[in-house]
């Protein structure tokens, strides 16, 4: 299997765990990068006090090629998807690695956009 077709199938999974859970009562505010942001990777967020983004994000793991793929989607307040990603990383020891990856990536990405109130949600237990 390509790459390209697991990091797809990554994001499908994640975006088909977030439909399935039932929907919460999240703020009405909408999030909205301020005034002169830049434009690369990572854009700022201002975010009041009682408003969080969430994000929903998943890892894969091929115990053959010991290779991880990762997905997350962040979404505002309105449900609306912020943005998303993945990340392919090799030499991935095991699957509980690869959740933790996952969830490293997730707050990589939040550091990145200045996320300061972040809900994540995801699978694994154990990292839990």
Known sequence: MLPEEVVTGGIRLAREWNQAQK?????????N????????????????????ITCTTDASWDATSK??????????????????????????????????????????????LEISNLKIYFDSLTLI
């Open 33 to 52: 990068a301020p005034e002169g942001s830049s434009g690369g990777r990572a854009t700022s967020r201002n975010l009041s006090d009682n408003s969080a």
């Open 67 to 112: 290779r991880a793929n990762l997905a997350w989607i962040f979404r505002e307040n309105n449900g609306s998807i912020a943005t998303q990603g993945s990340e392919i990383h090799h030499s991935v020891s095991s699957s509980l690695m690869a959740e933790a990856l996952a969830i490293r990536s997730t707050l990589v990405m939040a550091a990145e």
């Open 23 to 31: 929907p919460r009562n999240l703020p009405k505010t909408p999030v």
